[in-house]
């Protein structure tokens, strides 16, 4: 059977990348990339930006019973976790299941570990005065945008004035 590469972002399941080629007549300068669906056997084409922002890797420590969402999807219940991992979504480095207690608290440090660096890292990058700009500014927009609506709203409704419209006197 084909090893799966791939796993969907929200739904999970296993998938195989099978090529990446250059599209011809209408799709001339994109990127394409077939794959098949190794639960349902059944192959595909999709864009590689699609590909890209959808589908991720599988990496050595991912569960391959619930290919990383931590949930059962054997039983169909999304709601209960995955009993092969322990509803972590990892294993452990070598591919193999936690079975005891010390197993499954090494996995989760390194889970919590992994999501600290990754934090510490965003929150660097929201403490930049220049993002701090952009964020200040786009809200600004927003607020002036929605003052805006409201006048313009307020101006469309029905009033006393002249046609229904309210008579603003400009
Ligand atoms: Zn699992």
Do not use: F
């Amino acid at each position: 059977m084909t090893q799966p590469t791939h796993t969907h972002r929200e739904s999970g399941g296993k998938y195989a990348e099978l090529q990446q080629y250059q599209g011809t007549g209408p799709l001339e300068g994109q990127w394409l990339v077939a794959y098949e669906d190794l639960i349902l056997s059944i192959q595909s084409v999709t864009t590689q930006e699609d590909w890209l922002e959808n589908w991720r890797e599988i990496a050595p420590d991912d569960c391959t019973v619930c290919m990383g969402t931590g949930t059962d999807h054997i039983k169909g219940n999304a709601k209960m976790p995955c009993g092969h991992c322990y509803g972590l979504g990892k294993v452990m480095d070598n591919g193999a299941r936690p079975t005891e207690m010390w197993d499954v608290a090494g996995i989760a440090a390194l889970i919590i570990e992994r999501q600290q660096a990754e934090l510490y890292q965003l929150r660097k990058l929201a403490d930049n005065d220049t993002v701090q700009a952009i964020i200040e500014q786009q809200r600004q927009q927003v607020v002036n945008d929605s003052t805006a609506r409201n006048e313009q709203a307020w101006r469309d409704g029905q009033g006393h004035g002249p046609g229904g419209q309210r008579y603003t006197g400009d």
